[in-house]
């Protein structure tokens, strides 16, 4: 353990090295991934509270290294961000997650998260123009996900870009919501169509004494924004039953699916279709 306020030299810590260590792999095998075709996606249901409709599905990157395994998105996301490959593999679950949808249901639409990085230093009006060209996806069936996190740091710009992109019929929605960054002041000026709240804050419902006044608040500011109201993380049928009570529009969670490959959301869609 390291005294607090210490200016002598660390010793050498193993652990930290391990982690560098493996981020140092993680940066050389991400390179080649793609190449490789080590990167799946997969999709996570999507529902509306109201009726227990299925709506759409969110597109979760999965990476398979021969020697590394699986790694978790939490894990090289980040990483990807820093050498800016998020640029590459951004464009890649795109495209990617837009072909498939093409494969599912009409009427279902397709979230896609994309990261700051790729708002701040590429072209996504660019990628999202042409991957709507060359698929002929209709435009209002594509939701792009950004984390809350970005719009604070470096905002110059970047709400033009969404408001562009939103141009095209795209859609916006605000990420993980709630974990920290949350100002009420920007959210009017943002062209957003959905709020995501946190797992976290899903967790908290019934368990938190503040977390059912938070939720109904929210549900209340977002009806007046005209801003749909999704959680994330829904598992219980009491959480569901919260969002049910408070006007949560949406929810995706366990409860309804884990995030799965496109075949099995397919049949997933399908039997959705036939109750
Ligand atoms: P996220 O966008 O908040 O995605 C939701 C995460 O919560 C997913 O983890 C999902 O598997 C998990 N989850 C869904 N329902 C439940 C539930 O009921 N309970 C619990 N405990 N967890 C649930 P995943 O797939 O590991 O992704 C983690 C994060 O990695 C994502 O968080 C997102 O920020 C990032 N990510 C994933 N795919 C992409 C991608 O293609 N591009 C970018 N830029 N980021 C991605
Ligand atoms: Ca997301
Ligand atoms: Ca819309
Ligand atoms: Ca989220």
């Known amino acids: 353990a390291h005294s607090a306020g210490s200016t002598a030299p660390q010793p050498y810590d193993p652990v930290l090295s391990k982690q560098q260590f493996r981020s140092r792999e993680i940066e050389r095998a991400l390179g080649r991934a793609l190449d490789r075709g080590e990167f799946q996606i997969w999709y996570q249901p999507q529902h509306r509270v109201a009726d227990g409709k299925l709506i759409g599905s969110e597109a979760l990157v999965r990476w ?3 020697s590394l395994g699986r790694v978790a998105p939490n894990e090289f996301i980040a990483i990807a961000e820093s050498t800016g490959f998020i640029l590459e593999l951004g464009r890649f679950v795109l495209e990617q997650s837009v072909e498939d949808a093409l494969a599912m249901p009409p009427d279902l639409g ?23 060209e060359t698929t002929g996806l209709p435009a209002s069936r594509l939701c ?20 562009d992109v939103q141009f095209l019929g795209v859609s916006w929605a605000l990420d993980d ?4 960054y949350s100002s009420m002041g920007y959210l009017s000026q943002l062209p957003l169509e959905k709020i995501k709240l946190d797992k976290a804050f899903t967790m ?16 209340d500011l977002c009806r007046g924004l005209g801003i749909k109201l999704l959680c994330e993380g829904v598992e219980t049928e009491d959480h569901l039953a919260h969002l049910q009570a408070h006007g ?20 997933y869609a399908s039997s959705q279709i036939q109750e």
Not at 117 to 130: E, H, P, Y
Not at 204 to 219: E, H, K, Q, T
């Open 144 to 163: 792009l996900e950004l984390t809350e996190s970005v719009l604070l740091d470096g905002s110059g710009g970047l709400i033009e870009t969404m408001q």
């Open 64 to 66: 398979s290294n021969a």
């Open 177 to 180: 919501f709630g974990t920290g």
């Open 204 to 219: 908290s419902l019934g368990v938190d004494r503040a977390s059912l006044p938070i939720l109904s608040a929210m549900s």
């Open 248 to 267: 949560c529009d949406e929810a995706q969670g366990y409860l309804f699916g884990r995030p799965m490959c496109l075949t099995d959301f397919l049949s």
């Open 110 to 132: 397709i979230a896609v998260n994309v990261s700051g990085v790729q708002l701040i230093a590429g072209d996504v009006l660019g990628d999202v123009k042409r991957v709507l």
